[in-house]
């Protein structure tokens, strides 16, 4: 279920979502010439109310990324990811579920699933212990036909587990990762105080024929233990060596 907000009225998940999202346009500028869209843009693009998109805005203000001004926040810095470091779920525990909901794709989703804007996505939201015994908040977006596909499996293990028991295996694994200061939500979640660094990962999970099946957005409490992308578990994943078009937003280029 979803987890209450230290911010009154507004959903911890959307807050978080956009925020994730938005983390992602900046480190892509995808010709965002320095601002961020308007409020009023942003609720519009991301179907969220007002309250939400301030909550999000103001979690990466605190971060030292953007800085209010008088019409729209301006970028002054980018998410630092240094390396291209995953996190393993521990196959032997259930994940506590937080969410699993529709919504439909805002343009940076959609850019990073190969989508069209507006295309309608499945969100998938849980508490994971790692395999190096520290949790991770997981935060997954799977596009149509694969989330369909997804949505045949009973939702009682690690979410990469999942994707293997709907037959969705990917081929290739992208990762990038670097520090990221732990918000209320999160802290409270992974039972750590508010701005632990933690772990920050964006990852895409793409099948043979590079279509991209899953993205996601990972946040390690200390202890958890990070892989290389290419020592994901999948018999089949594969690190490669140049980005694809969809994955393009995730790369930052």
């Known amino acids: ?45 991301y179907g969220v109310p007002r309250s939400s998109v301030r909550a999000a805005l103001a979690l990466l203000s605190e971060e030292g990324l953007l800085r209010p001004g008088p019409a729209a926040h301006r970028i002054v810095a980018e998410p630092d990811y240094p390396g291209r470091t995953s996190v393993v779920a521990d196959p032997g525990e259930r994940p506590r579920p937080l969410e699993r909901s529709g919504i439909a794709a805002p343009d940076v989703l959609a850019d990073w699933l190969g989508i069209p804007t507006g295309s309608p996505c499945l969100r998938v939201e849980c508490v994971a212990r790692t395999a190096g015994g520290g949790v991770v908040l997981e935060t997954h977006y799977v596009a149509a036909p694969a989330a369909a596909d997804l949505l045949t499996v009973p939702d009682t293990g690690p979410f990469d587990r999942l994707l293997a028991e709907a037959q969705l295996r990917p081929d290739v694994i992208r990762a990038r990762s670097g520090p990221v200061p732990a918000d209320p939500d999160a802290a409270t979640l992974l039972g750590v105080p508010a701005g632990t660094p933690l772990l920050g990962v964006e990852r895409t999970l793409s099948g043979p024929d590079g279509r991209v099946l899953a993205a996601g957005v990972l946040r390690a409490r200390p202890g958890a233990l990070g892989h290389p992308a290419r020592d994901q578990p999948e018999s089949s994943a594969r690190t490669a060596s140049s980005e694809s078009a969809s994955a393009a937003v995730l790369s930052g280029r």
């Open 1 to 45: 279920m979803p987890v209450p907000s230290p911010i009154p009225q507004v959903r911890a998940s959307d807050a978080r979502r956009v925020r994730d999202l938005l983390r992602i346009a900046i480190a892509g500028r995808r010709g965002l010439r320095g601002l961020l869209p308007r409020e009023d843009e942003l609720m519009i693009g």
